[in-house]
């Protein structure tokens, strides 16, 4: 494909009919440093689409001129830098062309206020209105499948998230981790102003955050009347400094898995921001659903694709189930359930195809636990009080630590009711007794005639959502998908953006 500069709205019109292809557009602001060329080569690397990087000045987003003459322009490295990285396409728009004289079909957005309230929000007053104007405007024109945006500005990107779900437009956000330059500084456009002294000073700023990051790793809070008295004695002018929770920019809370540390901070004429996230441990999917809606199939290969740990809780159940039977050991005699259950030892260990396999007491019975005798009684088991004690404590000392994807039936309400995302997975019985029934590994499914495949897990459903403990519910903060008509990587790909919106890139790097 040649390489174009399109300087003119009726240009991108043109030349976005003559493409065949979906549009990756990451907007600037130009002065383009290593952030920027993160974001296009990133986009570059992530699919085959066309990749359009906008360079505007936007005016609307400065609320002093002075700070808007001032803002440095290096429009021919710019372009350089663009497409030495991965760009297709530049788009150079005046303002003239953004913002048309006297056009009535220009929308002044405003930005939500519950996230433009807080922080930069304080004191840049219509900023974040003047950002979601020009995004809006640009996403209109150029109508790309994905926006790459940096978390540098946590808080922009959480506002142009809202743009994108509130004015329902088909873009998917895409986002990369805060870059840092050589000494620890976030990158930024501004950079260019500081002195050496100032740059001392951001660097410090910069240092104290990492160091109170390091410190919550340990103590799990966070000191702010001390940072903040750190910054004062070195001189700092410090416009704010907060402890928030990631996504809603309120207070945080102690029951907060994840939050952040924001501030900005004065050097002279400039202004620079900078956060870290603080976790108390990694972040966990919780999937739910009944039998034979896809939910083992998808966990693994979300767990695959995210570098998660993939905790099989129904296999867990079946294995105890299984055991069960084989010892021939009346279950419902409780004093005895007692004394087996601690004595057993369930778990998971990779084979030789990169798969798991599920041991109880060292014995493998990945196969075994997925035969019909196993899943007709399975339920029946799962609902005995001590058994489900016993299992959900097992799991919950698995994800102590997070880092993990599970499946079951009472995960997300039960066994990690503050997991970060929630999935339901169903699918309607005939979906499901059809997979059942093409399922080549299980031979006692192709035997059995989908009528009865059909009451068998009509059954099952009944059993598991009627029980009296932990019965099948979806939780009140829990995602459905139903997913009657779509291929299992379909599915993936909509948990895993739903995850990647979620969760910062930041902490999955982490």
Known sequence: MNKVILRKTEEIENWRRN???????????????NGHIKLISTAKNENSNVNLVSIFVNPLQFDNKLDLENYPKTIDNDIKISFE???DAIFIPSTEDIYPPNNEKITLLKASKKLSSALCGLTRIG???????????LLNLIKPRNLYLGEKDWQQLLILKNLVLT??????????????????????????????????????????????????????????KEIIRKLSAEKISIEYLEHLHPHTLQKARVEDNISILAGAIRCGETRLIDHVFLMKRRPIIA???????????????????????????????????WLLIKEDIDYEKENKLQKILKNISIVFKSNDNANQDVFINNYCVT???????????????????????????????????????AEGRDIGTTVFPDAELKI????????????RKSDKKSKESQ??????????????DFEDSNREISPLIKANDAIEIITDGYSINEVVDQIINLYNYKIPKEIQIQ
Do not use: W
Request: with cysteine; net charge positive; aromatic share 6%.
């Open 167 to 224: 004015k329902k437009l088909n873009v998917a956000i895409k986002s990369i981790p805060t870059q840092r330059d050589f000494d620890g500084i976030p990158l930024s456009s501004r950079n260019i102003n500081l002195s050496k002294n100032e740059r001392k000073l951001i660097r410090f700023f910069s240092n104290e955050l990492l160091v109170a990051k390091e410190n919550f790793q340990k103590e799990q809070k966070i000191r702010l």
């Open 424 to 435: 339901f997975l169903t699918a309607s019985i005939d979906e499901r007794a059809k997979r």
């Open 85 to 87: 990285n991965g760009a």
């Open 367 to 405: 196969e075994e636990i997925r035969s019909q005798e196993i899943s007709s009684i399975v339920s029946k088991i799962s609902s005995i009080k001590e058994v489900r004690e016993f299992l959900v404590e097992e799991q919950r000392k698995i994800g102590e630590s997070g880092g993990l994807v």
């Open 19 to 33: 493409i065949n292809s979906e549009i990756n557009f990451i907007p600037t602001m130009g002065n383009l440093h």
């Open 287 to 321: 999937i739910d659903g009944p039998a034979g809606s896809g939910k083992s199939t998808v966990t693994k290969l979300i767990a695959k694709k995210l570098k998660l740990l993939y905790l099989d809780t129904g296999a867990m159940y079946r294995a105890l189930s």
């Open 127 to 137: 900023h974040f209105d003047g950002v979601c104007t020009v995004v809006y405007r």
């Open 447 to 460: 035997e059995i005639d989908i009528h009865t495949l059909k009451e068998l897990i009509k059954k099952r």
